[in-house]
Every structure is written in structure tokens, then in C-alpha cells.
């Protein structure tokens, strides 16, 4: 579990691709300290896990379902990355609950500067935006964010200088591809209530319920 709360950004030093899977080898500081093999490190919001350890770097692997969801066959020698250990039992918890599970991935539609804020626009399917709710938590590329405004095509967040400055977010532009992580509890609150996903053929039991009970 992670919170969303960059600790540093680290350079990749090192991508070495299968047939449809890579292991990543990443130069960092502040995350190597006190991390053992077989620990977890989220990247750019992806939760993976420590394979080899040196002074300098950890290396980690990619599977297929991971190249699938993410951005990371898009990631190259000296690309920046955001970086976060996984959460101590006795941690606190910054921003909101992190899986290291990415969704899907968005794409920058828009930067613009508002004051001392900087907004970006995203764009992403239809399928994480059913989760993505204003003022609501959403994981952009591992940080925790703030949902401004949603529409039917995409969502806005507005950021901070600290954020933008100690965070890869400093070096989005349009176009580029981000991953998503949208809030947990409503995935949980979707299958608890066995609500049916945007095209389903079958009928929902629980919204036919409450269907005719409303017009009773």
C-alpha cells in the first residue's frame, strides 16, 4: 500500500525488454535506504518489486499485464520517474489510499498556469472516468492528487509549486501519456453493490431493486 506522497525522483539507467515484459533498472536515493530484495516500490505509480539491489540503483521487472496498463513502454534511458516506498504499519498517511495498481493510462490534454497553480487537463475512457469524481483522490503517475472538474471526456487538477517542483510533473506536456489510478473505494463500493459496468448486457439485480421501490 502506498499513499501517493512522492518521496524522490529517480533517473532510469537501464531497461532491458523480453518478449513482452522488461526489467527496469533505476537510479535512486532516498527509497534504496532501508530496502531489502523483495520489498515494494511504486514507479511512476506502479507498484513493483525489488529484484536486485546496489548502492546506487534497485532493479526491478515489468510483466506483460504491466507493459499493458502503463506507460512503461514509453519509458527510455534518463527518463525521470516518481518514486515512493510502500507504506510503514506505522506511517501516516499523506495523501489518500495508493494500490500501486494503475487503472489505464490518460492523456495530457492541456497545461496552463493560474496564478501560482498550474492545471492539467486529461484525457481518459470511459472506463476510468465512471470512478473519477470532483473534489474526489486520483493517482496521476503515483502522486496523489485532488480532482478539480470532471467532464465526459476528461478530469482537471490544479497543483501546487512543491508538487509540480519535486514531482515529475514538472516535465508534462500535451500529449504526453500518464498513468491513472482512480480512488479504490469506488471500485470496492461498485463490486459490493454488484452494480454493472457502461455496456453490460445483463440486468442489475441491485438497481432494478431500488428501480421499484422508487416508483412503488
Known sequence: MFTGIIEE?????????????????????????GSHLGDSIAVNGVCLTVTALSPTTF???????????TSFHLLHHGSPVNLERAMAANG??????VTGHVDGTGTVTS???DDNAVW?????????????????????????LTVANVTGTDFSISVIPFTTAHTT????RR????NLETDIIGKYTEKFLNLSPPNH????????????????
Open 92 to 97: 501516516r498517511f499523506g495523501g489518500h489510499l
Open 9 to 33: 525522483v529517480g533517473t532510469v539507467q537501464a531497461i532491458r525488454q523480453g518478449a513482452a515484459s522488461a526489467s527496469l533498472t533505476i537510479r535512486a536515493d532516498k527509497v534504496l535506504q
Open 120 to 144: 492539467y487537463t486529461i484525457r481518459a475512457g470511459n472506463e476510468l472516468l465512471r470512478y473519477i469524481v470532483e473534489k474526489g483522490s486520483i493517482t496521476v503517475d503515483g502522486i496523489s
Open 59 to 69: 532493479t526491478a521487472d515489468a510483466v506483460h499485464e504491466t507493459m499493458n496498463r
Open 175 to 178: 500529449g504526453s501519456t500518464v
Open 201 to 216: 448486457s445483463h440486468k442489475n439485480i441491485v438497481y432494478q431493486d431500488l428501480k421499484y421501490r422508487m416508483e412503488d
Open 111 to 113: 497545461v496552463s498556469r
Open 169 to 172: 510533473l514538472q516535465y508534462l
